[in-house]
């Protein structure tokens, strides 16, 4: 059928332009005489999104011929960013549309310009699941994504007198092409009520948990595709949106009631409204939990449902089934599957628990202390009665197993309980998911071995090492170099003399015999500098700051947080500026010009992250208004730093800085796409930046800072002995109590941290070293020629990281699950 009508096939340039118009006329609704850039992405869009809905479509039915065993990436968060470019380049559409959108009187970059970030994510943790889907659609996996249609992203930076500003990212204000409304899959969701004791006709013990249809939810599906590259396999993510089961409550209406009426109405909604704009933080609120919950149980359901259609028996869920929880927020599926299996299929519990426990495997992404999930139990009790009689029957038999494995040792039972015996007491949401998982791993190497000999080091003695493994984190090349970087990734091709690298990334170690070609790196700093052109353009138009595309771009973006030290960065940035203050013109004419830039949002309740913010604007206004220092050091803090931005500012950064404290960072994702796009970093011996050392040579990297090992001990001495602050970091202190970058007594609680408090992070242990690698930073650049090298070879030994590879490990040591191409049609 598709074939006769023709339906979403072509690619061709007049097939587009064919579709172009129509939607134009039919979709919108407007005239073909009247359409501006917005209208022209619509009707892009439209275009693309029936391409997509082909692909997808054969996707699922090749899923569903073969029926696979298919994994579910449950996540909470999906930080996609725009579509469109994406849609057009894995599709192989660019050339073509681009042409057809030319010839209609309309530049590409234009169109591209006009969509809003799908900003469901607020860092890491939330791209890694957009990176993974993109890598699991181009190896052809049969998977699926799991996770919430947010009315209201992460939040729109902007900045009032140097401070963050939060507004309310309301990207759904017009229509998304990019996902399928599925009104008709709805799945009721139950909360609060009672469970129910009876016993079956057999005699066993049974429970029911029943509720009143006020506390029932409704989650209705809205499908979002995720193509693959160079395949016609596209994937989908499921989201799942929030609304009242039951219909507006007329009868309170009538009787007067109306708040009564429309509460009831409102509360579903809420469920879905908004992303927790915390990273790294753990917020004991209601409904947080009810977000999670509400999820999870819509999510497996949908799960379960799809594995019946096979009348497969339910030993062989797990043979179908694999479910990877990025991080704890999903840990409650662990129960939930375990309620379905014994309370609503009969099976009996150790049986059932095999399921799950061969289903169920769990990343952990953090072990900042103040990140861990703890749900007062009270809390969960009352939403979910019935999980909370089963959280604590895993528990009693999982404490019991212990018990005989170490009779006697009482101590180590309350250590790994998934109930922390505190008043009230707290669901332990890592305990569960680790016993609750067949697999659990960190995200890098010197992350996963901390976990084993910090957090998780009881559950590693019990169950043994072999349940805990490492996956490295990894990034997809076709968003973060291809679509990033054109002129780059046009370099690359040409050099390599084809594209397979973008399927392949170890091929880039081809560029290496290349480094010593005059030519080649003159190419390659063209490139780089065309993109740090643009970026310059950026920084003009969203901030009004000029900067000199020939000076050192040094960046860091990130969330502000106290542990990736964006404090530590702009007090070296004072330190360097009194420094050039201090020489003559004629000395300052061999200095490197820096423009140092900043971006990232705090949250919006983390005081000490937002002064950071606004330390840095106050020391930019001094600086870059300071004539006497000849512009050798400008600073930027560009607002609202997202995916968007990021593809901007990564391709243009000469050095970028992944400062965190030693142990800190569970790896880091952004190292790898500055490096990929060869971008040098300053980074401490922390997270990914281990391995990315590992893989580039020291040759290639300024690496500096404690190690992780002896931050306990460095954090002792803070906290017991009187350690005098490093001299050059005492001055700078002074500088900012002096009033030099305005009324100190706001910054006064940011440098307390230093100084009052115990320098938990560790910024003046660290800052003489910062200084001296900062110092081999300068003196590197100055040899222009031999960094262009260093440039190429970073990019050219940065296979590893490719998502690819993570995918591929996590589908053949986790997953157990294989490829299935769908069929071309
Ligand atoms: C997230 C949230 C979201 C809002 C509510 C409270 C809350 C609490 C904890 C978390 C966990 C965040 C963990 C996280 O984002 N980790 C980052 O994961 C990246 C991908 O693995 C990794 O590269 C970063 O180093 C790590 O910080």
Known sequence: LWEKYGVGEADDKESFQKSFIRHVTTTLARSVYNIDNFSAYQATA??????????????????????????????????LGRSLDNALLNLGLKENYGEGVKELGFRMEDILDEEVDAAL?????????????????????????????????????????????????????????????????????????????????????????????????????????????????????????????????????????????VQEQMEAENITAVLYPNDNHMVGKELRLKQQYFWVSASLSDIVRRFKKSSKPWD?????????????????????????????????????????????????????????????????????????????????????????????????????????????????????????????????????????????????????????????????????????????????????????????????????????????????????????????????????????????????????????????????????????????????????????????????????????????????????NDNSIEDTLKVVFIPDYNVSVAEIIIPASDISQHISTAGTEASGTSNMKFVLNGGLILGTVDGANIEIHEEIGDDNIFMFGNLADQVDDLRHAHRYRNIPIDPSLQAVINDIESGHFGDSRIFAPLINTITHGKDYYLISDDFQSYLDAQKLVDEAYKDKEEWTKKSILCSANMGKFSSDRAIQEYAEQIWNIDPVPAKRS
């Open 46 to 79: 439209h275009t693309v999104r029936d391409r997509l809905i082909k692909r997808w479509n054969d996707t699922q039915q090749a899923h569903t011929e073969v029926d696979p065993k298919r994994v579910y990436y449950l996540s909470l968060e999906f930080l």
């Open 121 to 261: 994510g607020n860092g890491g943790l939330g791209r890694l699941a957009a990176c993974y889907m993109d890598s699991l659609a181009t190896l052809d996996y049969p998977a699926w994504g799991y996770g919430l249609r947010y009315t209201y992203g992460i939040f729109q930076q902007r900045l009032k007198d140097g401070f963050q500003v939060e507004l309310p990212d309301y990207w759904l204000n017009f229509d998304n092409p990019w996902e399928l409304p599925r009104l008709d899959v709805t799945i009721d969701v139950k909360f609060c009520g009672t469970v129910n004791r009876y016993t079956d006709e057999t005699g066993k013990v049974r429970h029911v948990w029943v509720n009143e249809d006020k506390d029932t939810v409704q989650a209705v599906a809205y499908d979002v595709p995720i193509p693959g590259y160079g395949t016609k396999n596209c994937i989908n993510i499921r989201l799942w949106s929030s609304k009242p089961k039951r219909k507006f409550n007329l009868k309170r209406f009538n009787e007067g009631q109306y708040e009564q009426a």
């Open 316 to 624: 062989e869920f797990s043979y179908q089934v694999a479910i990877q929880l990025n991080d704890t927020h999903p840990t409650l599926a662990i129960v939930e599957l375990q309620r379905i299996l014994v309370d609503l299929e009969g099976i009996d519990w150790d049986e059932a628990w095999k399921i799950v426990t061969n289903t169920f495997a769990f990343t952990n992404h953090t072990i900042l202390p103040e990140a861990m999930e703890r749900w007062p139990v009270p809390m969960v009790q009352y939403l979910l009665p019935r999980h909370m009689q089963i959280i604590f029957d895993i528990n009693l038999f999982f404490l019991q197993a212990v018990e005989r494995a170490y009779p006697d040792d009482r101590e180590l039972l309350a250590k790994l309980s998934i109930i922390e015996e505190s008043t009230p007491q707290f669901v332990r949401m890592a305990h569960l998911a680790i016993v609750g998982s067949h697999r659990v791993n960190g995200v890098a190497a010197l992350h996963s071995e901390l976990l084993k000999k910090t957090i998780f080091k009881d559950f590693v003695r019990y169950y043994g090492d072999e349940k805990f493994d490492n996956k490295t984190n990894g990034i997809t090349p076709r968003r973060w170099l291809h679509q990033a970087n054109p002129k780059l990734s046009e370099l690359i091709t040409e050099a390599l003399g084809s594209k397979n690298w973008l399927k392949n990334l170890e091929l880039l170690k081809g560029l290496k015999s290349h480094v010593d070609k005059v030519d080649f790196r003159k190419r390659w700093v063209t490139a780089k500098h065309s993109n740090k052109v643009r970026l310059a353009e950026y920084i003009k138009k969203s901030t009004g700051i000029i900067v000199n595309p020939n000076a050192l771009f040094d960046v860091q973006v990130k969330r502000i947080h106290e542990y990736k030290r964006q404090f530590m960065n702009i007090l070296g940035v004072i330190h360097r500026y009194n420094a050039l203050k201090k020489l003559t013109s004629q000395e300052r004419a061999d200095i490197v010009p820096r423009v140092v830039i900043f971006g990232g949002k705090a949250a919006p309740g983390y005081y000490i992250a937002k002064l950071v913010i606004k330390l840095i604007n106050s020391v930019a206004d001094v600086i870059n």
